[in-house]
C-alpha cells in the first residue's frame, strides 16, 4: 500500500446532494469497506475556473483525495471515474515517500 492523491474536477452545475453523494462514492471506490483510520482525507477546493473549457464548461468544483491504494486498484478506480459523467477529469499521483 502506498500514498496515493486523487483529485477530481466535478461538473460545476451539479446540486450540493448529488455532488456529496458523488464524492461519497468516488470515496468508497477508493476504499471501499473505510473505517475512521483508513477513510480518505477529503480536500475540498470548491469551484474554479478552467483553464481551458471541458464540455462546454468553464468552471469546475475540485476535490482532492488523499489516501493508501494497493497499486493493482488504480486501474478499476480510473475506469469507474472516466465512466462518471459528473466527473469532468481525474488524476490519480503517487505521492513520494521522503
Same mark, same amino acid.
Given at each position: 500500500?502506498?500514498?496515493?492523491?486523487?483529485?477530481?474536477?466535478?461538473?460545476?452545475?451539479?446540486?450540493?446532494?448529488?455532488?456529496?453523494?458523488?464524492?461519497?462514492?468516488?470515496?468508497?471506490?477508493? #476504499?471501499?469497506?473505510?473505517?475512521?483510520?483508513?477513510?480518505? #482525507?477529503?480536500?475540498?477546493?470548491?469551484?474554479?475556473?478552467?483553464?481551458?473549457?471541458?464540455?462546454?464548461?468553464? $468552471?469546475?468544483?475540485?476535490?482532492?483525495?488523499?489516501? $493508501?491504494? $494497493?497499486?493493482?486498484?488504480?486501474?478499476?478506480?480510473?475506469?469507474?471515474?472516466?465512466?462518471?459523467? $459528473?466527473?469532468?477529469?481525474?488524476?490519480?499521483?503517487?505521492?513520494?515517500?521522503?
Amino acid at each position: 500500500m502506498r500514498k496515493y492523491e486523487v483529485t477530481i474536477i466535478v461538473q460545476p452545475q451539479l446540486e450540493e446532494g448529488a455532488r456529496k453523494e458523488l464524492i461519497a462514492r468516488v470515496s468508497g471506490w477508493l #476504499v471501499p469497506d473505510a473505517t475512521e483510520e483508513n477513510k480518505p #482525507v477529503e480536500n475540498h477546493w470548491g469551484s474554479r475556473k478552467l483553464a481551458y473549457p471541458i464540455r462546454k464548461f468553464t $468552471d469546475g468544483y475540485y476535490v482532492m483525495f488523499e489516501t $493508501d491504494l $494497493d497499486s493493482t486498484r488504480i486501474g478499476d478506480i480510473e475506469r469507474n471515474m472516466q465512466y462518471s459523467e $459528473d466527473i469532468l477529469r481525474y488524476l490519480v499521483i503517487r505521492q513520494d515517500e521522503a
